[in-house]
């Protein structure tokens, strides 16, 4: 890759000896970590140094270049809903702060998750676009912490600071803070089977060092490709494929935001943009190659990605077929990133989710955290001792029980089942846990329990995962329905049902299949355990068992 080996500036006087390939040499262990590192100074700033002294036809200069200064003090901000543009400014100046650690929210939050955001983080300010605001406000009294909130809008708002008057305002020079590079960057919730969901907090180093090699060998990006990742700025996958991957090799970022999921307007956009490289989430693909794709000419695209939910094999055979294109899978987790690809140049075995990526040590381990042989289906796990690699989440904050629970052994457990064959290719059997992976989405069936049983309708509840053609998985709901509501018209209360829980939390997270209570679901568990299934409290077709 044409980056590789080449000086970011030499003249910079913090990093003069530092490149990409020192990145790539830390990630394969054969450096040791820089005590200092702060992405927006060290490597955005040296891109942005590069194309002011050569003109080597970087394509758009549209990387956002853009720190922001201002001299409030923040430790913690929330982003949530913002223009994506925006929302890169915002997250780019908050690296540039000493002790600022950014927590970025889906689009699809509720004013109750901002809430439990707001109060569980003590964030001091929120970063939020014009159709947030009601949300937030809403619940702002209750949140002791919120200093300062931040509008994202041409309009102005009352008791809102204005992100555009003050970004005009600022001066174009800045230094940027030096920051040790395994302080807290950034805060990611995730799911979990009970409860909450947990923050996962990044250091610098991890998010803003650790994807160097996925940035190159699995996205395979040099600096004149343009990335479409469309993952919602509030995964992971967005902060991998739309910020630090793709800017350490100075690629340029795509950004088009649809309201809502639309797909005549995404095969426009890639028959309208030079777009080279593309990363959606399987569903998108499964949605996909329902189309007649042979009618579309994509302008530029030549390198397909997917990961957040297990692809199946006839979809990347269809895939091939239909456009030419080979489909790159990669698995990982919000907790550490990406840990097994199907690397550019590595044979692709359709199911497989590719082979581990450094500097992760990837493995099947059983009950006792013993490594299996290859064949031997177990639990997904990562070494961490005697040495933690340094692109791992540091913890989850203020939850150290949650944080030890992850650790068995030398390994860290990822909570996901697999195999690996002995060519070294993993393939994903399931999650040893309750978590949904629903689309790409990750949803805890307590989240969608505790939102059901608000309604007056519904007495008990059991959510579990339901196996869908398209979506991989969905939400299903088993509830007991309370005396008043024993008559109702079935149909009409279960979109009432939905309706509510896409209104008392994320609404990707509502169940698309709803049920009385099933013996049937008692039963399945009873052969699950019978066949000495981990607590599998998920619905599958009969003919499994
Ligand atoms: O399908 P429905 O229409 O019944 O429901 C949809 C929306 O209509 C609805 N909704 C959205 N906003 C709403 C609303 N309803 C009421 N009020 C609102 N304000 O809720 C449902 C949302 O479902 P969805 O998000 O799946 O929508 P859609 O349009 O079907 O999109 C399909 C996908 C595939 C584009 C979408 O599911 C998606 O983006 N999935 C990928 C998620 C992802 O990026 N995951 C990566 C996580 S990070 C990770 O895995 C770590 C790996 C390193």
Not at 420 to 441: C, H, K, P, Q
Not at 446 to 464: G, K, M, N, Q, W
Request: aromatic share 10%; hydrophobic share 35%.
């Amino acid at each position: 890759a044409k980056p590789s080996g080449r000086h970011f500036h030499r003249d910079h006087q913090r990093w003069a000896s530092l490149t990409l390939a020192d990145f790539e040499a830390i990630n394969r262990c054969d450096r040791s970590l820089p005590k200092n590192f702060n992405f927006a100074g060290d490597v955005l700033d040296q891109w942005s140094q590069k194309e002011k002294v050569e003109d080597d036809g970087l394509p758009l200069g549209a990387w956002c270049l853009l720190i922001t200064h201002s001299s409030a003090s923040l430790v913690c901000g929330l982003l949530v809903n913002v223009n994506t543009i925006l929302l890169f400014r915002s997250l780019l100046g908050s690296l540039s702060f000493p002790g600022l650690v950014f927590m970025p929210g889906t689009t699809q939050l509720t004013a109750k998750d901002i809430l439990y955001r707001l109060r569980v983080s003590k964030a001091k300010c929120i970063v939020a676009s014009e159709e947030v605001a009601p949300a937030v406000e809403s619940i702002v009294s209750e949140c002791p912490h919120l200093k300062t909130k931040l509008l994202v809008s041409p309009e102005s708002r009352n008791g809102w600071l204005s992100f555009q008057e003050l970004f005009q305002s600022a001066s174009e020079e800045h230094s940027c803070v030096e920051t040790g590079s395994q302080e807290p960057m950034a805060i990611y919730f995730t799911s979990g089977t009970t409860g909450s969901p947990k923050m996962a907090q990044h250091s610098q180093s991890s998010l803003g060092i650790g994807y160097t090699l996925c940035g190159r060998y699995w996205l395979d990006l040099k600096s004149s490709d343009i990335i479409w990742n469309m993952s919602d700025t509030g995964w992971i996958k967005a902060a991998i494929g739309s910020v630090f991957s793709s800017w350490l090799q100075g690629a340029c970022v795509f950004v088009h935001r649809m309201a809502q999921f639309d797909m005549d307007t995404f095969l426009d956009t890639l028959t309208t943009y030079p777009i080279t490289t593309l990363c959606s989430a399987p569903t998108v693909y499964r949605m996909l190659v329902q189309k007649d794709l042979k009618r579309y000419k994509f302008k530029k695209l030549q390198h397909c990605l997917t990961g957040g939910e297990p692809l199946n094999p006839e979809v990347l055979e269809q895939w091939k077929a239909q456009t030419g294109l080979e489909l790159y899978e990669g698995y990982g987790q919000t907790e550490v990133g990406i840990i097994c690809a199907n690397q550019k140049g590595q044979e692709i075995k359709p199911g497989s989710m590719g082979k581990g990526v450094l500097p992760y040590d990837v493995q099947i381990i059983d009950e006792n955290g013993s490594v299996l042989p290859p064949g031997k289906e177990g639990e997904i796990a990562l070494r961490v001792k005697s040495t933690r690699p340094f692109c791992f989440f540091s913890e989850y904050v203020d939850n150290p029980e949650k944080t030890a629970a992850t650790i068995r052994g030398h390994f860290y457990v990822t909570g996901d089942r697999g195999v690996m064959d002995t060519d070294g290719y993993f393939w994903f059997v399931g999650r040893a846990d309750d978590v949904i992976i629903s689309s790409g989405y990750r949803i805890g069936p307590f989240e969608v329990e505790s939102a059901l049983i608000e309604h007056p309708a519904v007495v008990e509840s059991a959510v579990v995962s339901s196996p869908d053609p398209i979506r991989g998985e969905v939400v299903k709901a088993f509830v007991v329905l309370s005396a008043p509501f024993k008559s109702s018209n079935l149909e009409e209360l279960t979109l009432e049902l939905q309706d509510h829980v896409k209104k008392s939390t994320a609404p990707y997270k509502y169940p698309r299949k709803v049920s009385g209570p099933k013996v049937k679901f008692v039963l399945l568990n009873y052969y699950a355990n019978m066949r000495g299934l981990p607590n599998v409290h998920r619905e599958v077709e009969l003919k499994d068992f």
